[in-house]
């Protein structure tokens, strides 16, 4: 075997064991929280509060349009 197959191979298994122990190290959090979640990063996006009252309000006032957008074609579903 050459200097470089080695090389290569611990390089693999370095990368293995690393992931394995991220991936184990977040199991164990959702394990020691005692919930079935998993938390999700910042780039999966967060939920927002929606006033309800606030748009309904711009509604009427014609602040905020009701009409859908021109800029897509709506898509039709399959019967």
Avoid at 40 to 55: F, N, V
Avoid at 59 to 76: F, I, K, Q
Wanted: without cysteine; hydrophobic residues 45%.
């Amino acid at each position: 075997m050459k200097r470089s197959d080695v090389f290569y191979l611990l390089a693999v298994a370095v990368f293995a064991v690393a992931l394995a122990v991220i991936v184990f190290a977040d199991a164990a959090e959702v394990i020691a929280r005692g919930t079935g979640e998993m938390t999700y990063s910042p780039a999966a996006g967060e939920p927002r509060d929606l006033d309800l009252e606030r748009i309904k309000r711009l509604l009427r006032s014609r602040d905020l349009s009701d009409r859908e957008a021109l800029h897509y074609e709506r898509v039709e579903e399959d019967e």
